[in-house]
């Protein structure tokens, strides 16, 4: 079962903040962020393991909340470079081969 | 640094015919993927590969299509009797273990079937 992102869409100026979340309706083992440009691979962004903790890298950090089986993504100050859809891949303990079921994706666009 | 190659990076074909495409993994990873994305949609996984066989794969991932490891390096997917709904971009993925691990994405295969 895919994951459910929000927004589906959302449009900064340049600087501001955004959060993107991710929920599941199953547990998860982790929690997997990419952003894809148009035409390109999804790049990987941070993997959220189970334990609650939160990752961070640059101004882009992510939290995952196992009980409540949900993940963000907090985009800070954002800059032109961030725009692209977000996708987050979420891993659960009852698939063998731990395929990444993706939600829809939630498209930013950072404007000057 | 080391990542995801597939070759090629755009494939013209007609309905019907067979395809076959490759993938070069990061060479000390042991679980392969193929996923696919059909234009303007979310990525969704077909298959994935571990230890010479296949570990899981979706619905999608019918009688039509297969996947093998040759040789040491190249992985592939075969689309046996192609169909126009197999238009799609392919990306190919590889990680070193099986779980809670990042999976690197090649840069993509564009399949169009006309």
């Known amino acids: 079962q895919q994951p459910v992102q929000s927004p589906q869409a959302v449009i900064l100026r340049e600087g501001e903040d955004a959060v993107i979340n991710c929920s599941s309706s199953?547990?998860?083992?982790?929690v997997h962020w990419y952003r894809q440009k148009h035409g390109e691979a999804p790049v990987f962004l941070m993997i959220l393991l189970k334990g609650g903790e939160q990752k961070g890298h640059d101004k882009i950090s992510a939290s995952f909340n196992e009980k409540k089986q949900q993940s963000s993504l907090y985009l800070t100050a954002s800059q032109l470079s961030y725009s692209g859809t977000y996708f987050c891949g979420t891993e659960d303990p009852e698939t063998s081969g731990s395929r990444l079921t993706f939600g829809e994706g939630t498209q930013l666009t950072v404007n000057p | 640094e080391p990542e995801v190659t597939q070759t090629p990076s755009h494939q013209v074909t007609q309905m019907g015919q067979e395809v076959i495409l490759r993938c070069v993994p990061i060479?000390?990873?042991?679980?392969f993927y193929w996923y696919r994305q059909i234009l303007g949609q979310k990525v969704e996984f077909l298959v994935s590969?571990?230890?010479?066989?296949?570990?899981?794969k979706s619905e999608i991932f019918d009688d039509q299509f297969s996947v093998e490891r040759p040789d040491g390096s190249n992985f592939t997917l075969k689309i046996r009797s192609t169909k126009l709904e197999d238009s799609a971009m392919y990306f190919c993925?590889?990680?070193?273990?099986?779980?809670?691990?990042?999976?690197?994405f090649g840069p993509g295969t564009r399949l169009l079937v006309l």
């Open positions: 590969f571990y230890n010479n066989e296949i570990s899981e």
């Open positions: 199953k547990a998860l083992y982790s």
């Open positions: 993925a590889s990680r070193w273990g099986q779980s809670q691990e990042t999976q690197y």
């Open positions: 060479s000390n990873h042991l679980y």
